[in-house]
């Protein structure tokens, strides 16, 4: 069976996305580790709904590009050279 990849460390992230995908992944295991605190719970719960939805703005600003770009070159097939 093969290994499991190991999970990106916040510090070895290449970008902000990958930063904040590896702090949801972290605050998760916390909230759901029946060692966590009781106190500590709120702030984690918190902050993991804070990082959730940077990550969905960050997804969706993204993919909005993306489709743009693929828009432009779709427009670009459409050149006629001889329409000139």
Do not use: C, F, N, Y
């Not at 992230?13 to 966590?36: F, H």
């Not at 990082?51 to 770009?69: L, P």
């Amino acid at each position: 069976m093969p290994r499991k990849p190991k999970p990106i460390t916040v510090s070895a992230a290449k970008d902000r996305l990958g930063e904040l995908k590896a702090m949801r992944r972290i605050l998760a295991e916390r909230v759901d580790d029946e060692s966590t605190p009781t106190r500590d719970l709120s702030p984690l719960v918190l902050r993991l709904k804070e990082v959730s939805v940077e990550i969905e703005e960050i997804e969706i600003r993204d993919a909005s590009e993306a489709k743009s770009a693929l828009a432009l070159v779709k427009d670009d097939t459409s050149w006629d050279q001889g329409a000139i």
